[in-house]
Each structure stands twice: as structure tokens, then as C-alpha cells.
């Protein structure tokens, strides 16, 4: 008779079963690599049901109210652009999610994650783009899922010398500026450590006198590591809430 797993071990076999997602090219209008939500789905889901592990959002709570006490999910501003104003649709709230051992349903947790998201399509856009962002980077933490090269730049780098000469070369050409798409990804991790857009900005500021995408490659990288650990000792304190 084969022993049952706590849930606890069979994450542990999850981690096992996605050691690493190839990114893709999804369309020639974007030249970088990238993963979407459900190219981590693909790979966790048929996983989760071998081991029979379930997986969904329970809770959808404000972190933010009116003066009156209402819950304040959606904000909007107006953005200038070369083509003229738009409106920006902010989301924000806190999403308790819950995994469940299907062979023991009484041994559950719940993590709550911070999901902020914009977009100029609509509320219902930002929200998605919230939920999908945060979800995509908390499952990428929780499993400890490879992505390969995450560095969209790194594309750009063909026909230069390898290794130390490499490096070298890299590091003597003149300073450019991030590519939003780093910047996208700094913003993703801020939100998994429950850190707003704009908080994580301006600490930038503060900390290296210079705006987000000004920042250099080590600096960039410390701070990703800096929000990744946060949020690391964020899902830590959110288990311990509920043990």
C-alpha cells in the first residue's frame, strides 16, 4: 500500500516535476522571449493532478477604502502621450489563494498575495493583467520554476565575443537605459512582495538617485533580488498566520 503525502511533500514533488519552462516568441512584434500565465498552467496542472493537489482563489479583499469605509478596487488617472491623454485604470487588492491535499482535504493552506495591475483597455484589463501577474510570478517563487535567460537584452547580444571577452565588451559599451520589459518585471516582483509600483519607484529614487530604468545591470539585480526575498518572508509570515 503506497503512503500518502501531506501536502507539504507533494509540493515537494511539484517542484520535482517543473524544474524549468522554456520561454517562447509569441508574436514578431514583440522580439524577446517571454512566459505567459498559462504556459505555467500547462506544466503545473496535469502535476497537480497526479499528485492530487488543488489550487483557487477563495478571497478577493480590498487593501485600500474610501473615506466612508467602501471597499476602493479600481483607480484611473490620466497619462500624457505623444498622441494625447489617456485614461489609465489602476487595480489593486489583496487575492487569498488556497491548495488543498485532495487525499486529505482538512490539510489546507491559504497565502494571501498583493495584486496591483494597470491598463488603458478598462478596469476589467487592469484587473486581469493584476491577477494574472501576480499569480504567474507567485507560482514561479513557490516552485522555484527556471525560467532560463529572463533577460530580454540578452537576445541582443548575438555576434559578440563569448565568456570573459564577453563580459568585458558588455561592460565597455556605453550605459543604456533598461527596457520596459525589465522594468515590467521589477514592477511584477515589487507587487509579489506586496509593494506597490510606485513605492518601489520612488525607493529607487532614494536609494540610487536615478529613475527606475537609469538604474545599472548590478543595481538592477540587487534589487531583484532585494524584492524577491521580501516576498519570499512575505508567503513565509502569511503560512504562519495560519498553522
Known sequence: MTEKKNLEQKFVALRQAIPAIAQKKYTENVKY???????????????????????????????????NGDPMFYTSFL????????????????????????????????????????????????????????????????????????????????????????????????????????????HAKAINAGITEEVCDARIRGKYACEPNEMTRAQYDETCAALDKAAAERDKEAFDDVE
Not at 517571454?34 to 504556459?39: A, H, N, S
Not at 496542472?45 to 492530487?52: D, I, L, Q, R, V
Not at 477563495?58 to 477604502?65: F, K, N
Request: net charge negative.
Open 33 to 67: 522571449k517571454y512566459l505567459r500565465i498559462y504556459d505555467v498552467f500547462e506544466h503545473l496542472t496535469p502535476a497537480m493532478n497526479k499528485e492530487g493537489v488543488n489550487f483557487e482563489i477563495v478571497a478577493e479583499t480590498a487593501s485600500r477604502h474610501y473615506e
Open 79 to 186: 497619462q500624457t502621450t505623444r498622441t494625447g491623454e489617456r485614461t489609465v485604470w489602476v487595480y489593486e487588492a489583496d487575492l487569498t489563494v488556497a491548495w488543498t491535499n485532495a487525499d486529505d482535504p482538512t490539510d489546507r493552506q491559504e497565502v494571501t498575495l498583493h495584486a496591483l495591475g494597470t491598463n488603458d483597455g478598462g478596469p476589467d484589463k487592469a484587473k486581469g493583467s493584476a491577477w494574472t501577474y501576480c499569480l504567474k510570478y507567485y507560482l514561479f517563487e513557490k516552485f522555484q520554476i527556471d525560467q532560463g535567460d529572463d533577460d530580454p537584452d540578452n537576445n541582443d547580444l548575438s555576434g559578440v565575443a563569448s565568456g570573459f571577452q564577453q563580459a568585458q565588451t558588455v561592460q565597455a559599451a556605453a550605459p543604456r537605459k533598461l527596457s520596459d520589459a525589465q522594468i515590467k518585471r521589477l
